[in-house]
């Protein structure tokens, strides 16, 4: 028998058990650390991402808190209510008349003359110093009412026969415009088209004022048909 005694064969696959396990467990805590490692990165992520978006929070709600402390409203500011728009009305009659177009141009012509043919039109005054200004004066009893009105009008640039056309500078606001078509030798056809601002007295009845002004125009029409007559008779040629 030798002095070295042979290692017993169960002593020897107990170690090398011993051995497999040892690795086995190195192995089991290599992945559990490399699995530790991938957590705690993966936390990181999240807590940088939640950091990151909360602070872009704070500092897009602090801007908009700093922004809102910049604006300042005056205490002198006061809200005013809008005031109304106010309705204007276009009213247009048109009558063939038994007089030459000249004649009835040089008719309404003669501004100064037209209260003697037209009902609601009281006086008119041209101006001498500037004679393409006038001054005009309504007076009428309708609705219930006595309806007073003044203007100052400007003749525009008239075309001869054709058209005579006029706005107002001050007063009731107001503008029209009187055209002239032949129709014979001894007729014509006279088309006039009166807009105005309904005044605020007359707003009420502001749909019963256009077709009431309508008639007036028409018999103011009709009378300057008999005037022109008698104007063309009177007026030296």
Partial sequence: MS?????????TMSAAATSASASSSAHILRLNHKQLIVSLHGRRKSISASSSSFF????????????????????SIRIRPLSP???WQ??????EVDVP???????????????????FISTVKILEDKPDLSRWSLKYEAFGQNIEYSWLARNMQPTPNQKIHWRSLEGLPNRGAVRFFPKGPSSCIIELTFS???????VPVASALKPFLENLLAEGLERSATFAKSYSADTPK
Avoid: G, H
């Fill in 3 to 11: 002095a070295t005694s042979a290692i017993p064969a169960s002593t």
């Fill in 56 to 75: 872009s929070t704070y500092r897009f709600n602090s801007s908009i808190s700093r922004s809102s402390r910049r604006i300042s409203y005056p205490s």
């Fill in 85 to 87: 728009v106010m309705e």
């Fill in 90 to 95: 276009d009213v247009t009659v048109k009558m």
């Fill in 101 to 119: 177009i000249s004649v009835a141009y040089k008719c309404y012509s003669d501004r100064e003359a037209i209260p003697e043919w037209m009902p």
């Fill in 196 to 202: 105005y601002e309904v005044p605020q007295l007359l």
